[in-house]
């Protein structure tokens, strides 16, 4: 009589091998789709415009005052806090907007000139123009006929 692989192996400790990996792996699906979808916050797109960098940001029900960005060399940072808005104890069916504070930090190629960064915030968009520091601007060069 020849024996497959799982000689030794009765039905009954296959079931119990069974359930110590459903015991292990309990709402691992869930933990693991709400990690790989994550997103950071807020939702960024940075762009190159030739002498700046145009930074835009969603930043829903935001107002001004409750962000705070800063530049430092070649480092965007932007910072802030949205606040929960339902009362306490809401029982919610679906619950997928954010709350709490936040930070996003971007490095970009080159350096910015900080004094001249400019922000504003429209409709639930946050637009940051960050100008190139003098050195990181191509220059052109003359050509001497001689």
């Not at 709400?34 to 030739?50: H, K, M, T």
């Not at 029900?61 to 705070?68: C, F, L, N, Q, S």
């Not at 104890?89 to 900080?114: D, K, M, Q």
């Not at 001249?116 to 639930?124: F, H, S």
């Amino acid at each position: 009589m020849v024996r497959g692989y799982l000689t030794g192996f009765e039905p009954r400790r296959l079931r119990l091998r069974d359930r110590h990996f459903e015991e292990l792996f309990r709402g691992f699906p869930e933990a693991a789709g709400r990690v790989l979808n994550a997103r950071p916050f807020p939702a960024l797109n940075i762009r190159d415009a030739g002498d700046e960098f145009v930074a835009e940001a969603e930043l829903p029900g935001m107002k001004a005052e409750e962000v705070d960005i800063s530049v430092v060399g070649s480092e965007l940072t932007i910072r802030g806090e949205r606040r929960e808005t339902t009362d306490e104890g809401t029982l919610f069916h679906c619950r997928e907007r954010r709350s709490g504070s936040f930070t996003r930090i971007l490095r970009l190629p080159v350096e910015i000139n900080a004094e001249a960064v400019k922000a504003e915030l429209r409709d639930g968009v946050l637009t940051v123009r960050l100008p190139k520091a003098e050195a990181a601007k191509p220059r052109k060069i003359a050509v001497e006929v001689k």
